[in-house]
C-alpha cells in the first residue's frame, strides 16, 4: 500500500482555495492541478509499506499525541519548486505555524524512519497547488497569487492511502491522530 502522512484541509477551506484560485487556473489550464478533495499538506512520504505494517505505522503515529497540540497554520502567496531553474511545482506558502508544522513533521520522522528512508531535502510546509508539465507554462509567483490567503487550526494528522490513477491520485484516510486541547 502507497501512503503518507499529512495534514488535512477542512471541506470549506478546499472550496474556498479553488474558488480563491480559480482565475490563476483558468490563465495556465496547461497545469495539472490538483483536485478540490485531493488538497493536503503532506507532511512524511513513507512509499509502498506492506498492509500487515500498516497498524504498526498507525501505532508509531499515536506516540506523538501526548505532545501534539494544535496550532493555526496559514498561508499567503504563490511558490515554486524548486526556486531555481524551471519549476516543477506551484504551492501556497506557509507564513504563520511554519515551526509547529516542522516540530510536528520532525517528530513522526523520528518514529517512522523504520518505515521508510528519511526524507533528504528540508521540510518546508506547502500547499500543493498544481504540477507543471512544460517548463514554460506555469504562474510567476511575483506576479501572480498576492491576495490568495487561508487558514486554519491543524488538529488531525492523517495517514492516507494513495491509489494511483489516470486521472491523478486517489487518497483515502487510513487512520488518524487527533491534537491534545490546548
Keep these: ?5 499529512a495534514i488535512p ?3 470549506a477551506l478546499q472550496e474556498q ?21 485531493a488538497l493536503h499538506i503532506t507532511l512524511n512520504f513513507l512509499g509502498e509499506i ?3 505494517k500498516i497498524p504498526q505505522v498507525l501505532q508509531t503515529m499515536e506516540l506523538i499525541q501526548p505532545v501534539f497540540r494544535s496550532f493555526s497554520l496559514e498561508f499567503k502567496g504563490l511558490g515554486v519548486f524548486p526556486r531555481r531553474g524551471p519549476a516543477r511545482v506551484v504551492f501556497l506558502e506557509a507564513q504563520e505555524g511554519i515551526q509547529e508544522c516542522r516540530e510536528l513533521q520532525k517528530a513522526l520522522a523520528r518514529g517512522l524512519t523504520r518505515f521508510s528512508a528519511p526524507e533528504r531535502r528540508k521540510f518546508k510546509p506547502h500547499l500543493t497547488l498544481a504540477r507543471v508539465k512544460h517548463t514554460t507554462d506555469w504562474p510567476d509567483p511575483e506576479n501572480e497569487g498576492h491576495d490568495i490567503s487561508v487558514g486554519f487550526e491543524v488538529d488531525r494528522i492523517v495517514l492516507y ?11 483515502e484516510e487510513v487512520g488518524a491522530v487527533t491534537a491534545q486541547n490546548n
Excluded at 500500500?1 to 502522512?5: A, H, K, L, N, Q
Aim: aromatic share 10%; charged share 30%; hydrophobic share 35%.
Design 1 to 5: 500500500m502507497r501512503v503518507f502522512t
Design 161 to 171: 492511502k494513495s491509489i494511483l490513477k489516470p486521472e491523478g491520485p486517489q487518497y
Design 9 to 11: 484541509i477542512p471541506k
Design 50 to 52: 506492506e498492509d500487515e
Design 17 to 37: 482555495i479553488v474558488l480563491d484560485t480559480a482565475p490563476i487556473r483558468g490563465r495556465y489550464p496547461q497545469l495539472k492541478w490538483v483536485s478540490q478533495g
